[in-house]
């Protein structure tokens, strides 16, 4: 079969249908080595909504370049999210020792093109590729069509992160370089109630989480979960203005707009879960999270009000609650977050893969990546071995 590949510069022009039939291909068809089979951040929804409310665009350095592969009928049968970038903002995969080094050595860094959901740190499919018997040369041809690109747009590298293993294989096979780095999720062990996770945790990392709890929620709040339709413009509000306040002490300048999350609202509702914290009547911190169909995904919170333990309540205690209730198997909370441990999350390794032009540079990465993969591997090994739950002397 012969294969055609595309650049489009928006979602604009991708049908919705045509993107997600590729994105999303749900429990009928999985990909190989799928995480999840309906990851909400590679969806058109979600997507399209980065871009038409402005947070995704050539202004803010974040240029699409989609990639898609259509076959002999013209019908997608594969595409990649992909960017133009003119800085290194927003990824969680960091690269600006590569960037300074590349400057001082007379390089030009910049631009640069990135596969990925912007401002997402969460795993997921990347090369956007249904089962079949011709994925393989479909993703292939991605791949040659992103080196493409990269080679007309005078761009340094290629950097396509957070992958799961399907994607994995994929790059390498084709020369990027492997780079890995670590998160802390939870994991459901078939817990039918918060109880049920709290017995596996030694007595006394038991107690000291229920303190918390209790000690969070002591000076009269209250915990809503809110989705779907539930969702209204008040709660975007009243998110919002959270999410403001936590991103400008954080990053100085919050990547996301309040036309994005109304957006989010009116195109998957149903696929996102607000945790809202309320004090005599009045709503003072959230987190928002989106559903999968195996995970629960967290993302942004923030507060208007300071409480202690408020922060581990609505963003790992109730989402794990939330998980158990709707049988979800894991839980990821983001990037970061040694602190995480303590809850019951454990310690995993997140991918990606990075293609470089200039060979100097790139055996300069590799050495560094090598080094650098040793010495995650080894702290990941480390971190298992602190988690709380119980071992055999305990109790």
Same mark, same amino acid.
């Given at each position: 079969?012969?294969?055609?590949?595309?650049?489009? %510069?928006?979602?604009? =022009?991708?049908?919705? =249908?045509?993107? /997600?039939?590729?994105?999303?291909?749900?429990?009928?068809?999985?990909?190989?080595? /799928?995480?999840?089979?309906?990851?909400?951040?590679?969806?058109?929804?979600?997507?399209?909504? &980065?871009?038409?409310?402005?947070?995704?665009?050539?202004?803010?350095?974040?240029?699409? &370049?989609?990639?898609?592969?259509?076959?002999?009928?013209?019908?997608?049968?594969?595409?990649?999210?992909? *960017?133009?970038?003119?800085?290194?903002?927003?990824?969680?995969?960091?690269?600006?020792?590569?960037?300074?080094?590349?400057?001082?050595?007379?390089?030009?860094?910049?631009?640069?093109?990135?596969?990925?959901?912007? !401002?997402?740190?969460?795993?997921?499919?990347?090369?956007?590729?249904?089962?079949?018997? %011709? =994925?393989?040369?479909?993703?292939?041809?991605?791949?040659?069509?992103?080196?493409?690109?990269? /080679? %007309?747009?005078?761009?340094?590298?290629?950097?396509?992160?957070?992958?799961?293993?399907? /994607?994995?294989?994929?790059?390498?096979?084709?020369?990027?370089?492997?780079?890995?780095?670590? %998160?802390?999720?939870?994991?459901?062990?078939? *817990?039918?109630? !918060?109880?049920?996770?709290?017995? =596996?945790?030694?007595?006394?990392?038991?107690?000291?989480?229920?303190?918390?709890?209790?000690?969070?929620?002591?000076?009269?709040?209250?915990?809503?979960?809110?989705?779907?339709?539930?969702?209204?413009?008040?709660?975007?509000?009243? !998110?919002?203005?959270? +999410?403001?306040?936590?991103?400008?002490?954080?990053?100085?300048?919050?990547?996301?707009?309040?036309? !994005?999350?109304?957006?989010?609202?009116?195109?998957?509702?149903?696929?996102?879960?607000?945790?809202?914290?309320?004090?005599?009547?009045?709503?003072?911190?959230?987190?928002?999270?989106?559903?999968?169909?195996?995970?629960? *995904?967290?993302?942004?919170?923030?507060?208007?009000?300071?409480?202690?333990? &408020?922060?581990?309540?609505?963003? +790992? +205690?109730?989402?794990?609650?939330?998980?158990?209730?709707?049988?979800?198997?894991?839980?990821?909370?983001?990037?970061?977050?040694?602190?995480?441990?303590?809850?019951?999350?454990?310690?995993?390794?997140?991918?990606?893969?990075?293609?470089?032009?200039?060979?100097?540079?790139?055996?300069?990465?590799?050495?560094?990546?090598?080094?650098?993969?040793? *010495?995650?591997?080894?702290?990941?090994?480390?971190?298992?071995?602190?988690?709380?739950?119980?071992?055999?002397?305990?109790?």
């Amino acid at each position: 079969m012969t294969f055609q590949v595309k650049i489009a %510069q928006g979602l604009k =022009a991708v049908p919705a =249908a045509s993107w /997600d039939a590729c994105a999303l291909p749900g429990n009928a068809s999985p990909r190989p080595g /799928d995480d999840d089979p309906h990851n909400p951040f590679v969806s058109h929804a979600f997507l399209s909504a &980065l871009e038409d409310s402005g947070c995704v665009g050539s202004k803010t350095g974040w240029a699409p &370049l989609h990639m898609l592969v259509e076959d002999e009928a013209g019908t997608l049968v594969g595409a990649a999210p992909c *960017y133009l970038k003119s800085h290194s903002l927003g990824e969680y995969v960091f690269d600006h020792a590569w960037a300074d080094a590349y400057a001082r050595a007379g390089g030009r860094y910049y631009p640069k093109l990135q596969v990925a959901v912007p !401002f997402t740190p969460v795993t997921g499919p990347r090369l956007l590729v249904p089962a079949g018997p %011709q =994925a393989q040369d479909i993703r292939g041809h991605l791949i040659a069509g992103l080196r493409a690109v990269r /080679d %007309q747009t005078n761009a340094s590298s290629i950097h396509a992160t957070f992958l799961q293993q399907t /994607d994995i294989e994929a790059f390498a096979s084709n020369g990027f370089l492997r780079r890995d780095d670590q %998160q802390f999720h939870w994991f459901n062990e078939g *817990y039918k109630t !918060f109880e049920d996770f709290l017995s =596996a945790l030694a007595s006394r990392k038991r107690k000291a989480i229920r303190r918390e709890r209790r000690e969070a929620l002591a000076p009269g709040i209250t915990i809503e979960w809110v989705t779907g339709a539930a969702i209204t413009e008040a709660h975007w509000d009243a !998110f919002f203005a959270f +999410y403001m306040d936590t991103g400008s002490r954080k990053w100085g300048r919050p990547y996301l707009n309040r036309r !994005f999350f109304s957006l989010i609202g009116e195109r998957m509702a149903e696929r996102v879960l607000l945790v809202l914290a309320k004090r005599e009547g009045r709503t003072i911190a959230g987190a928002i999270n989106f559903i999968g169909d195996r995970r629960l *995904y967290g993302r942004n919170w923030g507060c208007i009000e300071d409480h202690p333990f &408020l922060h581990f309540e609505v963003c +790992y +205690y109730q989402a794990i609650e939330f998980a158990i209730t709707q049988g979800l198997d894991r839980v990821e909370a983001g990037a970061q977050g040694e602190h995480k441990l303590a809850r019951g999350y454990r310690p995993v390794i997140t991918t990606s893969a990075h293609d470089i032009a200039d060979p100097g540079l790139r055996r300069a990465v590799k050495t560094y990546l090598e080094q650098e993969r040793l *010495y995650v591997s080894e702290a990941v090994d480390e971190l298992s071995s602190a988690t709380p739950f119980r071992h055999r002397e305990d109790d």
